[in-house]
């Protein structure tokens, strides 16, 4: 089993910045990835970035440049630096970690309001 607790969020005006933090605890020797997710009303759950145990880097087209997917050392806390906002980027943010035996678990999301 693996806890994930998200941190950061909150509003802010475009062109400003935000850092989401996320810490996994528990069976972290089975991570296999992290990443952050994002949603929308209305709207399929999207990845946003991502970063594996070899720390290969993935981010969706529309915000890269923007954001950036770090790590601590200990590879069980991720953050997710967001820099230039606008508004399309409001969304309930989700950190996610996938486990070797294929098992997925879930943050509690957190809010990202940015008002234009």
């Known amino acids: 089993q693996v806890q994930v607790v998200e941190s950061g969020g909150g509003l802010v005006q475009a062109g400003g910045s935000l850092r989401l933090s996320c810490a996994a605890s528990g069976s972290i020797l089975s991570i296999k990835t992290m990443g952050w997710y994002r949603q929308v009303p209305g709207k399929q759950r999207e990845l946003v970035a991502g970063?594996?145990?070899?720390?290969?880097?993935v981010y969706v087209d529309a915000v890269k440049g923007r954001f950036t997917i770090l790590r601590d050392n200990a590879k069980t806390t991720v953050y997710l630096q967001m820099n230039s906002l606008k508004p399309e980027d409001t969304a309930v943010y989700y950190c996610n970690v996938d486990a070797e035996d294929s098992s997925h678990y879930w943050g509690q999301g957190t809010q990202v309001t940015v008002s234009s």
């Open positions: 970063i594996s145990r070899s720390g290969s880097m």
